[in-house]
């Protein structure tokens, strides 16, 4: 390797350790503000800085406000249910219940009860009244995922109830109308599957009020350091330890894998590799799984542009994820960045990001009031 390679791998390491700072100090007041002792909007779970990240934290903000039914869209284990509830907990519904409900590992036959609830001896084994989900859920929103696994019978059952919000628990003959946010979530294109017959397009039309897309993993890389560190962090304060970080070889496998299983994946990594690190040691490749380990997947950039634009693109768009975390306070975000005011403010200059800080700052004042 030649002295000038040397120098750019030299290079790039330092900036990534500086990264892995920079993100250690802005997920722990993550951390913290999300506690249940702070009274936060939300948004601050959603961890990461890509565009798509960025489209979903501004479309909140738009349509918090509304009841409209709202339908959210990706693969598995990309965190649509953790969406759904910053979308409640930006809301006015943010001081009633969030209740979830998973269509996927749910009996056809027990769909109607485990929503609308069932009264003393609708079916063997119902020896008291029981309340469904819905009226659990009053005041608050009602998260629905896998629709897509519905029964026909019991797409028409949640049209109705979307359409009236009326609940009849099975066996009664009293009705009661429930004030709910209703929010849907599909891991497969319900369009394809209106044109194969197995999805009414009529419910299509009422859940997708507002539609929401989240793409895997892989579709946004700049995400996995933050979200790598995030997760690290929660388990080391969860499980008491206090680890060295990631060895370099141990990040590019960590960036170099497509992660299939998306963030649910790699929070299960993170979990994994905390608990069967030692105290005070680094994160070595051998502690990867396997397939993390054996993946030959080069780590480059996605436009393959290079490393000195890359790192700069890198600190720019972390910039934006700070100055927007914390409403555009220059000096709270200086904190948090390890850096002097002056040191920001040449930045905020040199990224001409002075736009995006107003913004934030009348976002960050919408919010208040």
Request: proline share 5%; net charge positive; aromatic share 8%.
């Amino acid at each position: 390797m030649g002295k000038r390679m040397k120098r750019r791998m030299q290079s790039a390491l330092k900036r990534l350790e500086v990264l892995e700072q920079m993100t250690v100090l802005y997920n722990e007041d993550v951390l913290r503000r999300s506690s249940p002792a702070h009274n936060v909007s939300g948004l601050e779970r959603l961890v990461g800085v890509s565009p798509a990240i960025r489209r979903i934290k501004k479309l909140i903000r738009q349509i918090r406000d509304t009841d409209s039914p709202i339908l959210i869209v990706g693969p598995t284990g990309v965190g649509k249910e953790l969406v759904a509830e910053c979308i409640h907990r930006a809301s006015h519904r943010r001081g009633r219940p969030f209740i979830a409900l998973s269509v996927a590992n749910l009996p056809a036959t027990l769909f109607e009860s485990e929503l609308f609830g069932a009264v003393r001896g609708a079916y063997s084994g119902a020896e008291r009244d029981r309340p469904g989900l819905a009226m659990a859920a009053e005041g608050g929103t009602l998260f629905i995922d896998d629709i897509e696994d519905l029964s026909p019978e019991n797409q028409a059952k949640i049209l109705r109830f979307i359409e009236t919000h009326e609940v009849r628990p099975l066996g009664s003959t009293t009705r009661k109308i429930v004030d709910v946010r209703i929010i849907t979530a599909s891991n497969r294109n319900l369009k394809r599957l209106i044109e194969k017959g197995w999805f009414r397009r009529d419910l299509y039309y009422r859940i997708k009020g507002v539609s929401f897309y989240i793409p895997p993993l892989r579709k946004r890389p700049e995400d996995i350091p933050l979200l790598v560190l995030y997760f690290f962090n929660l388990y080391q304060k969860r499980y008491g330890k206090k680890l060295r970080g990631f060895h370099p070889q141990t990040w590019r496998k960590l960036m170099a894998y497509p992660w299939p299983g998306n963030v649910r994946e790699l929070r299960n990594e993170m979990e994994r590799l905390v608990i069967l690190s030692r105290d005070g040691a680094s994160v070595k490749p051998s502690a990867l799984s396997p397939e993390i380990r054996r993946s030959r997947k080069r780590a480059l950039p996605p436009s393959g542009i290079r490393l000195k634009d890359y790192m700069a693109i890198t600190e720019r768009e972390y910039l934006k994820a700070i100055l927007e975390y914390t409403g555009g306070n220059v000096s709270r975000s200086a904190r948090l960045l390890g850096i002097s005011r002056v040191s920001l403010n040449q930045k905020i200059r040199r990224y001409r990001l002075q736009s995006s800080l107003n913004r934030f700052r009348q976002e960050a004042n919408n919010d208040e009031t």
